[in-house]
């Protein structure tokens, strides 16, 4: 990446390193405030349900502090391979050499292998691009060769001011891009803009390419096979990846502006 990306991949391993540290303490004072299981009397009639009082709290903090190393240990996995995941989608984004729609393409290709923070990877990714119309351009996407065809078929073109009219759903990514916001679907049936492409879509999360706080070139879309896929922090996560690629999709527009006058 360039020096800016450089710069901002910087603060963002410093504030996941401050966060793993924050996350340690946090799961060491949770299991200290947890309150012990209450064994039952030591008079019951069966001798092989006993379990004396000095054994009992000595096994428990056992398999806490085993469950909680735990805990840690799949966070601090997800947070590396995030990183990495990030630092490689930025090293695509930068990279002049590459076309934009290939660009775009691997990092859909990227990004479908990133578990959320409920383990569940997404079954389609697609990255999508406003035009000076306002109509919302499918670019690139990474998914099964059926669910492409059902994407390209559906939502290739999704002319929002024309759609708004005629009162017909823009979609997740059409109304991410349209308000500037995250647009999530724990279930994607109570989602009144979600264009059904996939069956096998339980959930899906669309976030926009916002160039600033009233101007948006796009969205990412993410869907997955399972209800409530993802929590507040991957919303926070592929914010940030839509907010970087976002800064490098302006920099290509004032550089193509340049290379025209």
Not at 55 to 67: D, G, I, L, S, W
Not at 153 to 161: C, F, G
Not at 227 to 252: G, S, W
């Amino acid at each position: 990446p360039d020096r800016g990306g450089r710069k901002m991949l910087k603060k963002i391993l410093t504030t996941s390193s401050v966060s793993l540290e924050k996350a340690r303490h946090s799961h060491m004072r949770m299991a200290s405030l947890r309150t012990p299981i209450q064994y039952a009397s030591p008079n019951t009639h069966n001798s092989s349900h006993q379990r004396t009082h000095e054994n009992a709290p000595k096994m428990t903090n056992k398999n806490k502090k085993q469950t909680q190393n735990q805990e840690f240990s799949d966070s601090s996995t997800l947070h590396r391979d995030r990183l990495e995941v990030l630092y490689e989608v930025m090293s695509i984004v930068t990279n002049d050499t590459l076309d934009l729609q290939i660009a775009l393409s691997e990092v859909a290709e990227r990004l479908i292998t990133v578990p959320t923070a409920r383990g569940h990877r997404p079954v389609f990714v697609d990255i999508a691009l406003l035009n000076e119309r306002n109509q919302l351009l499918l670019w690139a996407c990474s998914g099964s060769a059926e669910s492409k065809l059902s994407f390209q078929e559906k939502v290739s073109v999704i002319d929002i001011p024309y759609y708004l009219e005629h009162h017909k759903p823009i979609g997740m990514s059409g109304r991410a891009a349209y308000e500037g916001k995250s647009q999530l679907a724990p279930t994607t049936d109570m989602h009144p803009d979600y264009i059904h492409c996939n069956p096998s879509t339980k959930s899906a999360l669309a976030v926009p390419f916002c160039l600033n706080q009233t101007s948006t070139s796009g969205a990412l879309n993410l869907e997955f096979n399972v209800v409530n896929a993802f929590t507040e922090d991957d919303v926070v996560y592929f914010e940030r990846i839509a907010q970087f690629v976002a800064v490098e999709l302006r920099k290509r527009q004032q550089r193509d502006a340049v290379y025209e006058i």
